[in-house]
């Protein structure tokens, strides 16, 4: 005779079921393991999820061949003299996944395994809503499920687009060639960071931003950024939107709005993503989505209590690091059973073009709009002894304030998402401006520039006038 639903909710196989091995997934499987908790880590593909296979890993891995060549071509700026770099593309791919391999092995089944983790590989689906999962022909179930399911490429409705070959983020690293001219299809970070990567390596490269670049940073930081990539001879047609789009005997032709239209031998889709929730019998569970992914609670609840929701799944920021962080508020939750909340007010984002472009808090114009006045604080990277030494002065540190209370900072320049951290800890609330005006900064470094923006909040009152007029009393007291 069959169990009731309830009869298999009482015989828990586990106590927590994560499905998804990203970075949102692998720590909180990891962590709860490693607390005692029986834990089964659910993947349907690759283990370290999209970051490590087609994301950050690879990516980041491409931007670093294609600084090289880069540097090349820019050392007769410093008196090196040298011919244009001849790229090896076969190389380069090895170099790809040489990274992804490397890393791995921080990811591996037998690494989690070793802490107390069963790894399941295949489709899961919820059954219902009482933590009940069919997996790899078997049932499982437990108190709490963690949904760390991932996204997918979201690829816009687009005329022709289903009948033309493309490139994703997930296909892109199959390329066995370069491309004579990559055509780029959205304006956001990773095509932004693809396109810049593509053109040093010698493609020639078209972006169909299709809106303003960069549309969640700082105007004037992502205009830096750009004012580069044009430099480099990236072409950005920052309004154009794509309307059709049909394959070539050379590559493929995009049909713009205005009746306009360029031809390249690839087109990547850089689009943004959507969550990889089909299949996952949500409905059944009672999971609500809306248009960003599954919706959670501030304690990253679906509308289903029993499961939980986060990395690029749920409706939310999309990056790793938030998808880490959220992971770590699982194991503090589930584990060890105390409330917590993933904080976005100190979430800080890097797109990693050169000059790098990084963010924490809000920007200056989401600070007017919310606070009307505010305090802004500058230093330029044309004021830095390192940056000057280097023969790269792009950029600047911009501080955004509140009543002396720091709300956002924006970093643009060499080296952005190395000093961001700083103010991600003071909008935190975890340190403070005054305190980095003080601190003993290594000379010479990009990061005095944070320490001179710091003293800047609070230069005005350190030499107002009642310290004046102290300084001057205890000077009058001393003759």
């Known amino acids: 005779m069959a169990r009731t639903a309830r009869e298999a909710t009482l015989a828990r196989t586990h106590d927590l079921i994560v499905i998804g091995a990203g970075a949102a997934g692998l720590t909180a499987a990891g962590g709860c393991a490693r607390l005692g908790l029986r834990v089964a880590l659910v993947e349907r593909d690759r283990m370290g999820g999209e970051c490590l296979n087609m994301g950050c890993v690879p990516s980041k891995a491409l931007l670093a061949a294609a600084h090289r060549a880069q540097a090349v071509r820019d050392a007769a700026r410093l008196g090196v003299l040298a011919a244009e770099p001849d790229i090896d593309f076969g190389r380069v791919r090895a170099h790809v996944r040489h990274a992804i391999a490397t890393i791995a092995p921080h990811d591996s089944e037998g690494r989690f ?23 790899a022909g078997r049932e499982i179930s437990a108190p709490r499920i963690v949904l760390a399911v991932g996204s997918r490429p979201a ?42 990567a593509f053109r040093r390596l010698g493609a020639a490269v078209t972006v169909i931003a299709g809106g303003r670049p960069f549309p969640r940073d700082d105007a004037e930081a992502a205009a830096a950024v750009l004012e580069r990539l044009a430099a480099e001879g990236v072409t ?7 309307v059709t789009t049909s394959p070539t005997v050379g590559g493929v032709r ?128 044309a004021e830095n002894d390192r940056a000057v030494a280097e023969g790269d002065t792009a950029g600047f540190v911009k501080v955004v304030t509140v009543r002396g209370r720091v709300v956002g900072a924006t970093i643009v320049g060499a080296g952005a998402g190395e000093m961001v951290l700083p103010w991600s800890l003071i909008i935190a609330g975890k340190a403070s401006p005054w305190a980095l005006s003080g601190a003993v900064v290594p000379y010479p470094t990009r990061s005095e520039l944070s320490k001179a923006v710091a003293f800047s909040a ?22």
Not at 118 to 135: H, K
Not at 337 to 354: Q, R
């Open 113 to 135: 395994r070793a802490w107390g983790v069963e790894v399941i590989r295949g489709e899961a689906r919820l059954l219902d809503g009482t933590g009940r999962v069919a997996v």
């Open 155 to 196: 690829v816009p409705e687009v005329e022709g687009l289903p009948r033309t070959p493309y490139l994703t983020n997930e296909t892109l690293w199959d390329l066995d060639r370069l491309p004579g001219h990559l055509l780029v299809l959205g304006g956001g970070p990773a095509g932004m960071e693809m396109a810049q």
């Open 236 to 242: 950005i047609l920052r309004e154009a939107r794509a």
């Open 254 to 381: 995009l049909g713009l709005a205005d009746g306009s239209a360029v031809e390249g031998s690839h087109l990547l889709v850089a689009t943004g993503r959507r969550a990889a929730v089909d299949g996952l019998g949500l409905e059944a569970a009672g999971i609500t989505v809306d248009s960003g992914g599954i919706r959670v609670d501030a304690r990253l609840r679906t509308t289903n209590s029993r499961i939980l929701a986060i990395g690029d799944c749920r409706s939310g920021p999309r990056f790793t690091h938030r998808a880490g962080q959220e992971g770590a508020v699982v194991v503090t939750s589930l584990g060890l059973g105390i409330p917590a909340k993933a904080d976005e007010a100190a979430l800080p984002w890097v797109t990693f073009t050169d000059p790098e472009l990084a963010q924490v808090g809000l920007t200056e114009a989401a600070a007017r709009e919310r606070h009307g006045r505010v305090g802004v604080h500058r230093e330029g990277f």
């Open 458 to 479: 609070y230069e005005a009152r350190i030499f107002g006038p009642w310290a004046r007029r102290w300084a001057g009393l205890l000077a009058r007291l001393r003759r």
